[in-house]
């Protein structure tokens, strides 16, 4: 039963356009969803949040989404740069701090 | 502070063998977990303190499996009687306990042959 999924292993997508990197999730209890970032032989890095009560988080040009009816968040990367090429993972947490990964979706941003 | 530390970053053990590893988190941190990731997949959460308490364990872990905090600060965990399948890169990370943004050190990627 995995309750955080993202259904898209890789994205590719144009230097200067814009990367939509999607997530769903199952259980409505989670408090906090975040985005983190890997580079290849790197622990995964924070990269930006987003509080259950809230639909929308921006944080330079990162943007993330949150569709609490449909149990839907999306990261927006706008305009899109060759150094965000990672795998980007989603994340679920409760208060009490535990967090459940999504797999991963693999960001390619071609010059 | 330079971050989340992991040692070893790399460790090559005989099935059957016994495996410590540490972590060092940040020092101001409370929370300290440990995941292990495979191939194509995101961190899976195997157990996590608070200070020096053991707050909760996932149930995949096995009994082999063991992790502690004795002082609150570095944490270890220790894997008995290691099986091919335990190949993996096991990932620590700290946070303060009213942030659940997590700091993760590099992992420990570990093969069992």
């Known amino acids: 039963d995995q309750q955080v999924k993202q259904n898209s292993p890789s994205l590719s997508v144009q230097e200067g356009r814009i990367s939509i990197l999607n997530c769903d999730y199952t259980?409505?209890?989670?408090?906090?969803f975040l985005w983190y970032k890997k580079y290849p032989a790197e622990g995964p890095t924070f990269l930006i949040s987003?509080?259950?009560?809230?639909d929308k988080n921006e944080d330079g040009r990162f943007t993330v989404f949150l569709n609490k009816s449909a149990k839907h968040l999306s990261l927006h990367i706008v305009p899109s740069q060759p150094g965000d090429s990672a795998v980007y993972f989603c994340?679920?947490?409760?208060?009490?701090?535990?967090?459940?990964f999504g797999d991963g979706t693999t960001l390619t941003v071609k010059p | 502070d330079t971050g989340v530390s992991q040692d070893p970053r790399h460790k090559i053990t005989k099935r059957g063998q016994n495996v410590t590893f540490r972590c060092d988190p940040i020092s101001e941190h409370n929370r300290l977990y440990w995941y292990r990731q495979t191939l194509g997949q995101g961190p899976e959460f195997l157990t996590y303190?608070?200070?020096?308490?053991?707050?909760?364990k996932s149930r995949l872990l096995s009994d082999r499996f063991s992790a502690e905090r004795p002082k609150g600060s570095f944490s270890t965990l220790e894997i008995q009687r290691t099986e091919q399948g335990d190949s993996a890169m096991y990932l620590c990370?700290?946070?303060?306990?009213?942030?659940?943004?997590?700091?993760f050190g590099p992992g420990t990627r570990l093969t069992v042959t």
């Open positions: 987003i509080s259950s009560i809230k």
């Open positions: 259980n409505s209890m989670f408090d906090y």
């Open positions: 994340a679920a947490a409760t208060n009490a701090g535990k967090s459940t």
């Open positions: 303190f608070q200070n020096e308490a053991q707050l909760e």
């Open positions: 990370a700290s946070s303060l306990s009213d942030n659940p943004e997590q700091y």
